[in-house]
């Protein structure tokens, strides 16, 4: 018997562990494709990188800069009729000017080395910084290393057509380095017959730490080449020179990738071509480096399997072991504390466990009377299901009516259903223990009410808003009504008065016995649910309102509802129009006049539920009294009026839900702005913290900042900074780096490139030629 059961468990065991295992064999078989298309996948996406860094942040860098050189008007002072229309200092400031522009066009962009334009009629070259003759630029400035200074003027003089040539050696700051120079013939710029070109040197090793970056195989290649297939760039991950195949690149295809030999080694090679440049971004990998993390996981993967397998099965058989223990001990314990002389020692465990569980639930009527007995949560839910009709009423024997305290299930009863509206002037949040507290206070003033007056009752707790009274009466209904009305008006007055919470009370017709409690609840809750068509009544009885309760219908369909809601909290006017004439559809199929005012009801009190929820500009004056309203939609026998004036209501508040948008939107900057006046000068004012300070995302306040004050956040700071510094050098003898410090820079060094990107100069040449002035 012992090996009966404890190779049931091994073999449950066994059956669970060969699930997973051959799961993980299947996994093995295809992981070299699943690797293979996340290696395509990688790749692909590195070079796309690679295109877009490359093309965001240099060629369109570059190629807009051409353009703007291009279009820029100050070619004028350079023309014959302007040197003769303005004077020297005229003239000068015009090409301080262009200076000034050309850096502000080429500071941001960390992989300009320099750019410059130069007029060949003028023998001139104009920087950012600097205006030079091309000698001194040759000489001092950034010589080409590989140009004799009569090569120098000729590629000065060429023409170009956005043109970019690789490796152009320079020495700038006695440093030589590799650059990438664009060219560019300016198509405007005649002058003497002679067309200008603009030049842009660009650091060659910052695109090149890029690419190496890239670059995620040891023994890689990479290359890049520009629109007519010239090589612009060739990176290596190690000292190696390899010759670039010749590839048969289609046009149609953004992406390639491709198996050949080269002196007798298999490379993968892969490519993307920039739909917008036409350029060709190369990639060439040894296939045994591009499968190498492949092999590595199917290999380990094999590992795996194999030791799961004996580990695995090592472990079945000692959890087998393990579980068969206690079950053997259960059985031992069951049999001697049970009165059951039957059970065997010969029957195995599960049949022993199965007989004494069976021999427990026998007992189970006896067990259930001692937990009702002793349970009061479980008198709650028994009276809830009694209400909700999940159980059967019949089903309740007498053991549940003694433990209820009801004497016989063919008493009178009433269901009161007790709502609790609004009881925020009482608490403070809407946590759990708060609305517990509520719900005390409200149960234990109708108990004492209920009691004083000779009502037995039983309390039931639906929600922690929602509470049920069943009420015995011993007297006349009509008289016994009476009584409960006046006892719940009572209750309404003082519970508005002395703890601010607002309820809504439904009351149901007379029931009889027990077993028709499930119809009393019903008749409350469909009475309660007419407090949103009559909103000036708080106690609502079945015996009056009965006819009133549309059974199954809705007032309006929910998705109608939702629509005018959504329009209104948007503030779109034009929704309000369209939904209204779903409504006017609706009204006219309603099956009676009746029907039609209880719909325009519904809809205001909608309305005055949308009034108080949103943030509006609807004054006093412009809302609706109530008491008009209800006489209107009574005594009107046309409802097409009605709903064109709450039609018009509608519109209103969505318009002033606009209104209230634009007025918190031009609060929230006129505070920004009066808070970046107080702090621009804090090393620490950034996008984030003034985001942080007004409790709103970082990108809502650029955009905002944006659309209200035509700027961006960081530049209005930076124009505050260097207009006070020009007020501070002009009108103190601080130094530079102390006036640094107060305007909120940590470092001297970036206060003067930043002064001296806004002003043209630097502050102390600044402070010297105001002086001067």
Same mark, same amino acid.
């Given at each position: 018997?012992?090996?009966?059961?404890?190779?049931?468990?091994?073999?449950?065991?066994?059956?669970?562990?060969?699930?997973?295992?051959?799961?993980?064999?299947?996994?093995?078989?295809?992981v070299k494709d699943i690797m293979m298309n996340n290696l395509y996948r990688y790749n692909k996406t590195t070079?796309?990188?690679?295109? =877009?860094?490359?093309?965001?942040?240099?060629?369109?860098?570059?190629?807009?800069?051409?353009?703007?050189?291009?279009?820029?008007? !100050?070619?004028? &002072?350079?023309?014959?009729?302007?040197?003769?229309?303005? =004077?020297?200092?005229?003239?000068? #400031?015009?090409? +301080?000017?262009?200076?000034?522009?050309?850096?502000?066009?080429?500071?941001?962009?960390?992989?300009?080395? =320099?750019?410059?334009?130069?007029?060949?009629?003028?023998?001139?070259?104009?920087?950012?910084?600097?205006?030079?003759?091309?000698?001194?630029? /040759? *000489?001092?400035?950034?010589?080409?290393?590989?140009?004799?200074?009569?090569?120098?003027?000729?590629?000065?003089?060429?023409? !170009?057509?956005?043109? /970019?040539?690789?490796?152009?050696?320079?020495?700038?700051?006695?440093?030589?380095?590799?650059?990438?120079?664009?060219?560019?013939?300016?198509? +405007?710029?005649?002058?003497?017959?002679?067309?200008?070109?603009?030049?842009?040197?660009?650091?060659?090793?910052?695109?090149?730490? *890029?690419?190496?970056?890239?670059?995620?195989?040891?023994?890689?290649?990479?290359? &890049?080449?520009?629109?007519?297939?010239?090589?612009?760039?060739?990176?290596?991950?190690?000292?190696?020179?390899?010759?670039?195949p010749k590839l048969d690149f289609s046009i149609y295809d953004s992406f390639n990738i491709k198996e050949l030999?080269?002196?007798?080694?298999?490379?993968?090679?892969?490519?993307?071509?920039?739909?917008?440049?036409?350029?060709?971004?190369?990639?060439?990998?040894?296939?045994?480096?591009?499968?190498?993390?492949?092999?590595?996981?199917?290999?380990?993967?094999?590992?795996?399997?194999?030791?799961?397998?004996?580990?695995?099965?090592?472990?079945?058989?000692?959890?087998?072991?393990?579980?068969?223990?206690?079950?053997?001990?259960?059985?031992?314990?069951?049999?001697?504390?049970?009165?059951?002389?039957?059970?065997?020692?010969?029957?195995?465990?599960? =049949?022993?466990?199965?007989?004494?569980?069976?021999? *427990?639930?026998?007992? %189970?009527?006896?067990?259930?009377?001692?937990?009702? +007995?002793?349970?009061?949560?479980?008198?709650?839910?028994?009276?809830?299901?009694?209400?909700?009709?999940?159980?059967?009423?019949?089903?309740?024997?007498?053991?549940?009516?003694?433990?209820?305290?009801?004497?016989?299930?063919?008493?009178?009863?009433?269901?009161?259903?007790?709502? &609790?509206?609004?009881?925020?002037?009482?608490?403070?949040?809407?946590?759990?223990?708060?609305?517990?507290?509520?719900?005390?206070?409200?149960?234990?003033?109708?108990?004492?009410?209920?009691?004083?007056?000779?009502?037995?009752?039983?309390?039931?707790?639906?929600?922690?808003?929602?509470?049920?009274?069943?009420?015995?009466?011993?007297?006349?209904?009509? %008289?016994?009504?009476?009584?409960?009305?006046?006892?719940?008006?009572?209750?309404?007055?003082?519970?508005?008065?002395?703890?601010?919470? !607002?309820?809504?009370?439904?009351?149901?017709?007379?029931?009889?016995? &027990?077993?028709?409690?499930?119809?009393?609840?019903?008749?409350?809750?469909?009475?309660?649910? #007419?407090?949103?068509?009559?909103?000036?009544?708080?106690?609502?009885?079945?015996?009056?309102?009965?006819?009133?309760? *549309?059974?199954?219908?809705?007032?309006?369909?929910?998705?109608?509802?939702?629509?005018?809601?959504?329009?209104?909290?948007?503030?779109?006017?034009?929704?309000?129009?369209?939904?209204?004439?779903?409504?006017?559809?609706?009204?006219?199929?309603?099956?009676?006049?009746?029907?039609?005012?209880?719909?325009?009801?519904?809809?205001?009190?909608?309305?005055?539920?949308?009034?108080?929820?949103?943030?509006?500009?609807?004054?006093?004056?412009?809302?609706?009294?109530?008491?008009?309203?209800?006489?209107?939609?009574?005594?009107?026998?046309?409802?097409?009026?009605? #709903?064109?004036?709450?039609?018009?209501?509608?519109?209103?508040?969505?318009?002033?839900?606009?209104?209230?948008?634009?007025?918190?939107?031009?609060?929230?900057?006129?505070?920004?702005?009066?808070?970046?006046?107080?702090? /621009?000068?804090?090393?620490?004012?950034?996008?984030?913290?003034?985001?942080?300070?007004?409790?709103?995302?970082?990108?809502?306040?650029?955009?905002?900042?944006?659309?209200?004050?035509?700027?961006?956040?960081?530049?209005?700071?930076?124009?505050?900074?260097?207009?006070?510094?020009?007020?501070?050098?002009?009108?103190?003898?601080?130094?530079?780096?102390?006036?640094?410090?107060?305007?909120?820079?940590?470092?001297?060094?970036?206060?003067?490139?930043?002064?001296?990107?806004?002003?043209?100069?630097?502050?102390?040449?600044?402070?010297?030629?105001?002086?001067?002035?």
């Amino acid at each position: 018997m012992f090996k009966k059961i404890l190779w049931r468990f091994v073999f449950s065991y066994l059956i669970i562990f060969l699930i997973p295992l051959f799961i993980g064999l299947g996994a093995y078989f295809n992981v070299k494709d699943i690797m293979m298309n996340n290696l395509y996948r990688y790749n692909k996406t590195t070079l796309i990188q690679l295109e =877009d860094k490359v093309e965001n942040e240099v060629l369109k860098s570059v190629e807009s800069l051409a353009d703007w050189v291009n279009l820029n008007p !100050y070619y004028f &002072i350079f023309l014959p009729e302007a040197k003769e229309a303005l =004077d020297s200092s005229d003239r000068l #400031l015009n090409i +301080r000017n262009l200076c000034r522009e050309l850096y502000s066009q080429t500071y941001k962009n960390s992989y300009i080395l =320099d750019a410059f334009i130069y007029i060949p009629s003028e023998k001139l070259i104009i920087g950012p910084s600097y205006t030079t003759t091309p000698y001194n630029y /040759y *000489t001092y400035i950034n010589k080409p290393l590989d140009m004799s200074y009569e090569k120098w003027l000729e590629f000065l003089s060429g023409e !170009y057509k956005m043109k /970019y040539i690789s490796s152009f050696r320079i020495k700038a700051d006695y440093k030589n380095l590799s650059t990438i120079v664009f060219a560019n013939t300016l198509s +405007r710029w005649v002058i003497d017959g002679k067309n200008a070109n603009v030049f842009v040197i660009i650091d060659q090793s910052k695109i090149v730490s *890029t690419m190496k970056e890239i670059i995620s195989y040891p023994k890689g290649a990479m290359w &890049i080449l520009d629109r007519d297939n010239n090589h612009i760039l060739k990176v290596f991950a190690e000292s190696q020179n390899i010759v670039l195949p010749k590839l048969d690149f289609s046009i149609y295809d953004s992406f390639n990738i491709k198996e050949l030999t080269l002196k007798g080694q298999k490379w993968i090679v892969y490519y993307v071509i920039s739909p917008l440049y036409g350029w060709k971004y190369i990639s060439m990998v040894p296939v045994d480096s591009f499968f190498e993390d492949v092999r590595r996981v199917r290999n380990m993967s094999l590992l795996l399997l194999g030791l799961m397998s004996i580990v695995g099965s090592i472990l079945i058989f000692f959890f087998s072991l393990q579980n068969y223990r206690p079950l053997s001990e259960i059985k031992s314990l069951l049999q001697s504390k049970s009165e059951n002389k039957e059970t065997k020692s010969s029957k195995n465990e599960f =049949d022993v466990i199965r007989d004494l569980v069976l021999h *427990t639930l026998s007992k %189970e009527e006896e067990m259930k009377k001692q937990i009702m +007995r002793f349970t009061p949560v479980i008198k709650n839910n028994l009276l809830y299901q009694l209400l909700v009709g999940g159980i059967l009423p019949e089903s309740v024997g007498e053991p549940e009516l003694k433990t209820l305290g009801i004497e016989k299930q063919s008493g009178k009863f009433i269901v009161c259903l007790v709502e &609790i509206d609004d009881c925020s002037g009482f608490i403070k949040d809407e946590s759990d223990s708060e609305y517990a507290l509520v719900t005390l206070v409200v149960t234990n003033v109708l108990a004492e009410l209920l009691d004083t007056n000779n009502f037995k009752h039983w309390d039931v707790l639906f929600s922690r808003t929602k509470l049920s009274v069943i009420v015995e009466i011993k007297d006349s209904f009509e %008289e016994s009504m009476a009584k409960l009305s006046s006892l719940f008006e009572n209750m309404i007055e003082f519970l508005e008065k002395n703890f601010k919470i !607002y309820v809504s009370v439904g009351i149901s017709g007379e029931v009889l016995g &027990i077993t028709n409690l499930k119809f009393a609840y019903e008749q409350a809750e469909k009475v309660l649910g #007419l407090k949103f068509v009559k909103p000036n009544m708080k106690i609502f009885k079945f015996s009056e309102l009965s006819q009133d309760i *549309t059974s199954e219908k809705e007032f309006l369909p929910k998705d109608i509802e939702n629509r005018i809601i959504n329009s209104v909290k948007e503030g779109k006017v034009e929704g309000i129009y369209e939904v209204f004439e779903n409504i006017r559809s609706h009204i006219t199929a309603a099956n009676s006049p009746h029907m039609a005012k209880m719909i325009l009801i519904y809809l205001y009190g909608l309305y005055y539920q949308l009034l108080n929820s949103i943030p509006n500009t609807v004054g006093e004056k412009q809302k609706p009294e109530p008491e008009k309203v209800l006489r209107l939609i009574i005594n009107e026998k046309n409802p097409k009026k009605v #709903l064109q004036a709450l039609q018009e209501d509608y519109k209103n508040l969505a318009d002033s839900v606009i209104i209230n948008k634009q007025k918190m939107g031009n609060d929230l900057i006129s505070n920004i702005l009066e808070y970046i006046h107080q702090q /621009y000068s804090s090393s620490e004012i950034s996008l984030s913290t003034i985001a942080d300070k007004f409790n709103i995302t970082p990108q809502y306040l650029s955009a905002i900042f944006k659309e209200k004050t035509g700027q961006n956040i960081s530049d209005y700071i930076q124009n505050l900074r260097m207009n006070r510094a020009k007020e501070l050098l002009l009108t103190t003898d601080y130094p530079v780096s102390q006036i640094a410090k107060m305007i909120g820079y940590t470092e001297v060094s970036g206060f003067t490139k930043a002064f001296k990107k806004f002003e043209g100069v630097s502050p102390n040449k600044f402070r010297e030629l105001n002086k001067l002035q």
